[in-house]
């Protein structure tokens, strides 16, 4: 059985703060439905974080976020903006290296149906739902967090990307070339190759992304509250 620790350290960053409104999105956005985000309206959360990549948020207020630096294991930030790592070990010593978080229910799957399709340069990677039944997919690569409606609507809530990186990856990604060096590089003002997104803190409008390059989270209070996750009542 692995062993676990916590390893409890100061914070710099600022706290989880939910007070802070949302700056107008991009001109040219649709009247109806949510408005986008602009970049300005992004904040850093946590410090120090090694490839956060996944994220989960907690009734508590809390975001969990798995390590993969020296200490592995998962990092909480609490509200105040403190941060603690949740150290483990695996039975021979070897520090665990934690890349994904998850909690377990019992559930079943319907069939399986294709909602819409995503044109190049798009490299869909996580995702949550909203309380309006529509789902928030986040795309590595070209930092675009796209809104989908259950009919296939599409619309870009948030982006930060450069055609020529894009065009590069793909071309890489259409040969069956694309690797590390794709992945492992952005061409971006503030977000750095997201691919989580979670939703938490009060009234879910908090919305948190992971990324595979950065240090911190990037948090923006979203224009539509979230569905409240599977694990949000648990005791």
Same mark, same amino acid.
């Given at each position: 059985?692995?062993?676990?620790?916590?390893?409890?350290?100061?914070?710099?960053?600022?706290?989880?703060?939910?007070?802070?409104?949302?700056?107008?999105?991009?001109?040219?956005?649709?009247?109806?439905?949510?408005?986008?985000?602009?970049?300005?309206?992004?904040?850093?959360?946590?410090?120090?974080?090694?490839?956060?990549?996944?994220?989960?948020?907690?009734?508590?207020?809390?975001?969990?976020?798995?390590?993969?630096?020296?200490?592995?294991?998962?990092?909480?930030?609490?509200?105040?903006?403190?941060?603690?790592?949740?150290?483990?070990?695996?039975?021979?010593? /070897?520090?665990? $290296?934690?890349?994904? @978080? +998850?909690?377990? %229910? *019992?559930?079943?799957? #319907?069939? =399986?149906?294709?909602?819409?399709?995503?044109?190049?340069?798009?490299?869909?990677?996580?995702?949550?739902?909203?309380?309006?039944?529509?789902?928030?997919?986040?795309?590595?690569?070209?930092?675009?967090?796209?809104?989908?409606?259950?009919?296939?609507?599409?619309?870009?809530?948030?982006?930060?990307?450069?055609?020529?990186?894009?065009?590069?990856?793909?071309?890489?990604?259409?040969?069956?070339?694309?690797?590390?060096?794709?992945?492992?590089?952005? /061409?971006?003002? $503030?977000?750095?190759? @997201? +691919?989580?997104? %979670? *939703?938490?803190?009060? #009234?879910? =409008?908090?919305?948190?992304?992971?990324?595979?390059?950065?240090?911190?989270?990037?948090?923006?209070?979203?224009?539509?509250?979230?569905?409240?996750?599977?694990?949000?009542?648990?005791?």
């Amino acid at each position: 059985m692995a062993r676990r620790r916590m390893i409890e350290t100061p914070s710099s960053a600022a706290p989880l703060s939910h007070e802070r409104p949302a700056a107008p999105g991009p001109p040219g956005a649709a009247a109806a439905g949510a408005t986008p985000v602009g970049l300005d309206a992004l904040r850093e959360i946590g410090n120090g974080l090694s490839r956060p990549e996944c994220v989960l948020c907690a009734a508590s207020g809390s975001v969990y976020v798995p390590q993969w630096g020296e200490t592995g294991g998962v990092c909480e930030i609490a509200p105040d903006g403190r941060q603690r790592v949740y150290a483990g070990q695996a039975p021979d010593g /070897r520090e665990l $290296r934690a890349n994904g @978080i +998850a909690l377990r %229910a *019992v559930a079943s799957l #319907g069939a =399986r149906e294709t909602v819409t399709r995503f044109g190049p340069g798009t490299f869909p990677d996580g995702l949550c739902f909203d309380a309006e039944g529509q789902a928030w997919v986040t795309r590595i690569v070209s930092n675009r967090v796209i809104r989908v409606a259950p009919d296939g609507a599409r619309r870009v809530m948030l982006e930060d990307s450069e055609p020529e990186h894009l065009s590069f990856v793909e071309a890489a990604y259409q040969a069956a070339t694309m690797g590390r060096v794709h992945l492992d590089q952005a /061409r971006s003002r $503030r977000l750095r190759n @997201i +691919a989580r997104l %979670a *939703v938490g803190g009060p #009234g879910l =409008r908090p919305a948190y992304m992971g990324c595979l390059l950065g240090s911190t989270l990037m948090a923006f209070d979203a224009p539509a509250a979230g569905h409240p996750p599977a694990h949000w009542s648990w005791g």
